[in-house]
Nanobody, 122 residues
Framework: QVQLVESGGGLVQAGDSLRLSCAASGRTFSTYHMGWFRQAPGKERLFVAGITLNGGHTYYADSVKGRFTISRDNAKNMVYLQMDSLKSEDPAVYYC???????????????WGQGTQVTVSS
């Protein structure tokens, strides 16, 4: 089992950057594919970015491609989401997720964090 705790959310201005972190418990972190999702009020939770076991492959939603970067440090049991050039459509609760298979769908992930709020002022 994996427990995930996100941090790093906050209030920023449009165009600013923010780095989210996700700390994972357990000694099996490196055996999980990791992903970031986000959910805006009244909307479904959507895929943002994913990274494979050893970080060799990353993939993104079109809406964030070129602005967001996902990375992981297996030695520290951490996964990160660097968000640059934040826009007015980026505010949401951002969730970290772990799964045995890589993917863009909610059901493909087995464990979820509690989320961290990102707010962007224009």
């Amino acid at each position: 089992q994996v427990q995930l705790v996100e941090s790093g959310g906050g209030l920023v201005q449009a165009g600013d950057s923010l780095r989210l972190s996700c700390a994972a418990s357990g000694r099996t972190f490196s055996t999980y594919h990791m992903g970031w999702f986000r959910q805006a009020p009244g909307k479904e939770r959507l895929f943002v970015a994913g990274i494979t076991l050893n970080g060799g492959h990353t993939y993104y939603a079109d809406s964030v491609k070129g602005r967001f970067t996902i990375s992981r440090d297996n030695a520290k049991n951490m996964v990160y989401l660097q968000m640059d050039s934040l826009k007015s459509e980026d505010p949401a609760v951002y969730y970290c997720a772990a799964g045995r298979v890589p993917g863009r769908l909610n059901w493909q992930y087995d464990y979820w964090g509690q989320g961290t709020q990102v707010t962007v002022s224009s």
